[in-house]
């Protein structure tokens, strides 16, 4: 069974680096593109990134590019989003999924990781 | 960027309606348009990927419709574990872009 699991709820203050995880299993991790999506509390979803484990080519969208860094380690199968200093406006549900290729729908997402971010 | 027009954004509706949404692009995206359910608190969940195509395990009467710019998500018939959030996702360029949502209640 394809899966991918996220690293747990965090809690934040503004300022502070972060990484979050994403660790795949059940298929060939270096084959799919991992993309991350943002859901801030009571909003819909917003398409932050993806990365191709294979060789960590990354493509950004426009309104993340610069705020977070994707990247990937094949060895453990597992991909990060990461935040180097963290803004209350950072505060969501983060999620991780599989694409097939770089322009295919995701599918099976992960189950999500809550970033809450307060002084 | 491509937007993504969802609409309606809400809907009030009955069990055993037949209920439509629709997701425009701003350019054309062939078929590059997939659909996701959304309960509260849960993951999202696929629906409908490449315009049409029914992800397994998905009851048939959700069927997805469109080509270029308009895109239709439709509901034969409402089941009460339907009323959920749905979002359209355009897949054809980057960056991708997500609808709005379309928040579907029970009348």
């Known amino acids: 069974e394809v899966q991918l699991v996220q690293s747990g709820a965090e809690v934040k203050k503004p300022g502070e680096s972060l990484k979050i995880s994403c660790k795949g299993s059940?298929?060939?991790?270096?084959?799919?593109?991992i993309g991350w999506v943002r859901q801030m509390p009571g909003k819909g979803l917003e398409w932050m990134g993806i990365i191709y484990p294979g060789d960590s080519e990354t493509r950004y969208s426009p309104s993340f590019q610069g705020q977070v860094t994707i990247s990937a380690d094949k060895s453990i199968s597992t991909a990060y989003l990461q935040w180097s200093s963290l803004k209350a406006s950072d505060t969501g549900m983060y999620y991780c999924a599989r694409h097939y290729s770089s322009s295919s729908a995701p599918d099976p997402w992960g189950q999500g990781t809550l970033v809450t971010v307060s002084s | 960027d491509i937007q993504m027009t969802q609409s309606p954004s809400a809907m009030s509706a009955s069990v055993g309606d037949r209920v439509t949404i629709t997701c425009r692009a701003s350019q054309g995206i062939s078929n590059y348009l997939a659909w996701f359910q959304q309960k509260p608190g849960k993951v999202p969940k696929r629906l409908i990927y490449?315009?049409?195509s029914l992800q397994s395990g998905v009851p048939s009467r959700f069927s997805g419709s469109g080509s270029g710019t308009e895109f239709t998500l439709t509901i034969s018939s409402l089941q009460p574990e339907d009323f959920a959030t749905y979002y359209c996702l355009q897949h054809h360029s980057y960056p991708l872009t997500f609808g709005g949502g379309t928040r579907v209640e029970i009348k």
């Open positions: 490449a315009s049409s």
């Open positions: 059940g298929y060939s991790f270096t084959s799919y593109w």
